[in-house]
């Protein structure tokens, strides 16, 4: 598995673990209550800003586990990384628009927020998917 490859596995594995700690402590605190009532504003921050810094710390890892390897993006890297971002950013776009589309209803901005997170976790999802999936087929052929 190759360096690059290993930074993608983190940033799936730490997109969908931040992620699901939001949701699980923001239900957890709905007990009884509606979801828009609920503060989430505070472990929004704290998901996004820890799953940044686990991501940080995770690429560091991986770099200190795979000193020998190298760290350099070869062409097939590049592509792959370009094809999937690509791909990922669509969702980008897809909770841009649901975020716009929710504030011209005059949504709660706890749906607004919720759906621009949920979003952005899916990007880096669909983003990840498409790379690995590329570094494990033959990628020329795509």
């Known amino acids: 598995m190759s360096y690059e490859e290993r930074n993608v596995w983190v940033f799936l594995v ?4 931040f992620y699901t700690a939001y949701v699980v402590v923001v239900l957890s605190r709905a007990q009884g209550t509606p979801l828009t009532e609920v503060a989430y ?51 980008v776009v897809i909770g841009a ?4 589309a929710l504030a011209l209803l005059e949504v709660d901005w706890f ?11 899916l990007s880096a999802i669909v983003s990840s998917m498409t790379k690995l999936a590329a570094y494990r087929q033959d990628f020329s052929t795509w």
């Open 111 to 121: 749906w607004i927020a919720n759906v621009i997170y949920l979003c952005f976790v």
């Open 14 to 17: 730490v997109s969908v673990l």
């Open 97 to 100: 628009l649901a975020a716009m």
């Open 41 to 91: 504003v505070g472990p929004l921050l704290w998901s996004i800003g820890g799953a940044i810094i686990a991501s940080i710390l995770g690429t560091i890892g991986v770099a200190l586990v795979n000193r020998r390897d190298g760290h350099l993006k070869d062409q097939r890297d590049k592509e792959i990384d370009r094809v999937g971002e690509r791909t990922g950013q669509s969702f």
